[in-house]
Every structure is written in structure tokens, then in C-alpha cells.
């Protein structure tokens, strides 16, 4: 494996959007696993600014995130900024693998089936990033991770491939690990830490939820169509599935501002923004991706902890299986 993929601790931090910022990426990369940034919706700014932060912390990798169902406006530039791994899902990146690498960065794809890890793999990529139906946020996938996995691990070669979704306890890393992947990667985790720019009402939520809460659904569509995700069950789902799933404008409060930007911007019902620091209004009713993994988060702890006592853990628990 490029030694720039191999962490001391093979726990890797998802993108999860703006929430997954610099303090964050800093704290999961310094701890010894792999941190990220989700740079989709930042501005070409922010972005560099976000890059040049991390370097300066830390002189462990990292990576980079865009969602291809939007433009990647910052990509050139994070790159020139030296941000050393990067990952793209929600798409096929073909010309811009070669962008990255020819940049002397790494870069890897995001795939929710064998199909889309052998197109990836024929652009050439540098990892694989496996992502299951259990996983929060918006979900490629409808299979399950661990029928998936193998699937992937039958065709990807000597690419690493990182499994992804509904991960969040050190006996599935060990378990994932034992089945063949490289390395692990946890969003809902890390949204429940100290570091992550998540809303402190949105933390609390994820630490009070269990799997059987999460929902994959199509209610949050506005801002990103036909995209499903995984989020809580909230009362904006609740009554829109009372509704008989109602569409369009007899949606349920459909042009209700549920709650506002910290720059003041409304935010509507149904909108694919998750709470942030800095935003006010109902927090509940807006959209709490949560992956399966859930059942697990029972604190909000820092990264730092997350990443070495969950390894300790599946150190723990994969005894006699032989991944460490
Ligand atoms: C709040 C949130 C935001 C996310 N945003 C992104 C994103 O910007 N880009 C991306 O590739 N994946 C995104 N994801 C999906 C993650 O990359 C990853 O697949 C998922 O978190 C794994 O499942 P888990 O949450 O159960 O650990 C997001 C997930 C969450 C929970």
C-alpha cells in the first residue's frame, strides 16, 4: 500500500460535508488514523484556507472530499494548496484522477457496487472507498457492506479499499478488517465529537438514537434530488410519511423556515443542509444524517479518543484473527 494511505491506526475519518473541518481532520490524522475534509459546498477561499490549516498542524496525510453530483470549484486549487489524498463519490471522476495524480496527490473514489468500483478501477485510481446501504449521510449503495465488501475485494487487486457505513464499534473494525478491508471509515462516529462543527443539539440526538431510528429515505431532497439518505427519523419525516409520502407542494410544511444559517439564511423544511454550528431554529426537525452505526455512539468524546479507544478495542476483540 503507498505508504501515504498506511496509518498507524487503520481508522479513517468520511468527509461528512462542511462538518468534518480542518480541527477535526487535524485531531483523527494527529491521533494516527486518516482525517478528511468534505470541501463540496466550501467557497474556493475557505478551501485553501481549510488545506494550509491542516498543514500547518500536522505533517500527517490527509484527505479531501467532493461530491461529483456538484462541481469540485475548489479541486485545482486545494491541490495547488497541497492537500495529499483526494476523494470523489457521487460520480465517475475519469479525467480528474489523472488531475490529481499528475498533481502528485493520491486519489481514490467512492462506490456503492462492483459496477462502480470497476469503472473506478479502470480510471485508475488509487484506493476504493466500499460504501454499504447502512452508512449516514447520502447513500450510493443499496447493499449491504458485508456482502458488498467481498465483491469489491474479488476485482480491486492490490488498490486498498476502505469500508464504509454503519461502522461504529471496535468489534466491527475488527470484523471488516478480518474480511479483507484495508482500513475502516466512520461519519456518524465523528459527527459526535468534540472537534466536528456538527450542532451541539445534533451531537446530543446521535448519542440518544439507535439504529432502528435511522431512516433511508428521499425527504430531504431540496438542494440534492434523487439522492437517497440515511438520516434520523424526525418529525419532518414523521409527518410526511403520515402524509402518504405526499409530493411536491402537499408536502407537509413544505415552505416552512425551520431554522437560519449563522449568517442568517433561511433554512426550509426538507432542505439537505444538516445542523451546523452557529445555526439556530428547530435542529430536530432538520436533516440528521445517521448512519446504522448509531446504536454505538453513546457519548460525544474528542476524535482523539474515538480513534485510539475503538482500535484498542478491535485490537481487543480480533485476537486470533490476525489483522494487527
Ligand atoms: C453528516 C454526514 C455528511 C456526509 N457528507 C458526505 C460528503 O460530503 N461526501 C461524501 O462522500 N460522503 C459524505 N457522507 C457519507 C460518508 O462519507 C460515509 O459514507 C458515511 O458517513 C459512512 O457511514 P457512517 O456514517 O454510518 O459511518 C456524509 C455522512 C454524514 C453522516
Not at 462538518?19 to 494527529?30: E, M, N, Y
Not at 476485482?155 to 468489534?171: E, K, L, N
Not at 428521499?218 to 438520516?231: E, N, S, T
Amino acid at each position: 500500500m503507498h505508504p501515504l494511505l498506511q496509518r498507524p491506526i487503520p481508522i479513517w475519518q468520511a468527509p461528512t460535508g462542511s462538518i468534518a473541518g480542518s480541527r477535526l481532520c487535524i485531531a483523527v490524522s494527529s491521533a494516527g488514523g486518516m482525517g478528511s475534509m468534505g470541501l463540496t459546498w466550501t467557497s474556493i477561499e475557505d478551501a485553501v484556507l481549510a488545506v494550509h490549516n491542516v498543514r500547518n498542524e500536522t505533517a500527517q496525510p490527509f484527505m479531501v472530499n467532493f461530491a461529483l453530483a456538484f462541481p469540485p470549484q475548489s479541486l485545482s486549487a486545494v491541490l495547488d494548496a497541497g492537500a495529499p489524498i483526494v476523494s470523489f463519490s457521487w460520480g465517475q471522476p475519469a479525467g480528474l484522477v489523472k488531475t490529481v495524480q499528475n498533481s502528485g496527490a493520491l486519489a481514490g473514489v467512492a462506490v456503492g457496487s462492483a459496477k462502480g468500483a470497476d469503472i473506478a478501477l479502470q480510471d485508475g485510481v488509487d484506493f476504493l472507498v466500499v460504501q454499504g446501504c447502512e452508512a449516514g449521510g447520502h447513500v450510493q449503495s443499496s447493499t449491504q457492506l458485508q456482502t458488498l465488501l467481498p465483491q469489491i475485494l474479488e476485482i480491486s487487486g492490490d488498490i486498498p479499499v476502505v469500508a464504509s457505513g454503519g461502522i461504529a464499534s471496535g468489534a466491527q473494525i475488527a470484523k471488516f478488517l478480518g474480511l479483507g478491508a484495508d482500513a475502516v471509515m466512520m461519519g456518524t462516529r465523528f459527527v459526535a465529537t468534540t472537534e466536528s462543527r456538527a450542532h451541539n443539539d445534533y451531537r446530543k440526538l446521535l448519542v440518544e438514537a439507535t439504529a432502528d431510528k435511522t431512516v433511508l429515505t428521499g425527504c430531504f431532497d431540496v438542494g440534492w434530488p434523487m439522492a437517497p439518505h440515511r438520516v434520523l427519523r424526525n418529525s419532518t419525516f414523521e409527518a410526511w410519511e403520515a402524509s402518504g409520502y405526499a409530493s411536491g407542494e402537499s408536502r407537509p410544511g413544505k415552505n416552512e423556515i425551520i431554522a437560519t444559517t449563522q449568517g442568517g439564511c433561511p433554512i426550509f423544511r426538507y432542505e439537505d443542509t444538516a445542523p451546523m454550528e452557529g445555526m439556530n431554529g428547530d435542529v430536530e426537525a432538520m436533516c440528521c444524517y445517521a448512519g446504522t452505526g448509531v446504536s454505538f455512539v453513546t457519548e460525544i468524546l474528542s476524535a482523539v479518543d474515538v480513534v485510539r479507544d475503538l482500535w484498542s478495542s478491535a485490537v481487543e476483540q480480533s485476537k486470533g484473527l490476525n489483522i494487527v
